[in-house]
């Protein structure tokens, strides 16, 4: 054997493979993280608490046809929504879970509160979600 080494590609393939991986990584991260809710404009609110350990979000958005209401990203009218709420109760979720209310700015205020009504009667926890003034999310506002 007197031909020199040559190894060409075959040693640049596993730097290839690490720059693959991450590039792969960065383009699917944002799919992989858990996202509940859907988008809404967010009242201003200055205040902010600690994450909790089991949430249910609900989103009252606003529609032609009245409010839209979302339990996590799923549409549902009010009945759907207690029920869904009093199966959860029944499992003895409640004690344990934080139900955040996303209300957008242009939902009419007694619909947030027949909706508030209707989570605190069941045994919830309520957090109301409001942006935070400089313009990045906050975390939840308690009302109990």
């Known amino acids: 054997m007197t031909l020199p080494e040559r190894p060409g590609l075959l040693h640049a393939m596993p730097v290839l493979d690490i720059f693959g991986l991450l590039a792969l990584l960065f383009l699917m991260g944002p799919s992989l993280v858990r996202q509940a809710g859907v988008t809404v404009d967010l009242p201003p609110s200055q205040f902010q608490l600690e994450r909790y350990k089991q949430t249910i979000v609900v989103t009252l958005g606003v529609s032609e046809s009245g409010a839209n209401i979302h339990f996590g990203r799923d549409q549902v009218t009010r009945e759907e929504l207690a029920d869904r709420l009093d199966a959860i109760a029944e499992s003895g979720g409640a004690n344990d879970a934080m139900v955040l209310l996303?209300?957008?700015?242009?939902?009419?205020?007694?619909?947030?509160?027949?909706?508030?009504?209707?989570?605190?009667?069941?045994?919830?926890?309520?957090?109301?979600?409001?942006?935070?003034?400089?313009?990045?999310?906050?975390?939840?506002?308690?009302?109990?």
């Open 102 to 144: 996303q209300t957008d700015v242009g939902t009419n205020v007694g619909t947030e509160r027949e909706i508030s009504e209707l989570i605190l009667g069941k045994g919830f926890r309520l957090a109301l979600v409001g942006a935070n003034p400089g313009g990045t999310r906050t975390e939840p506002e308690t009302t109990d």
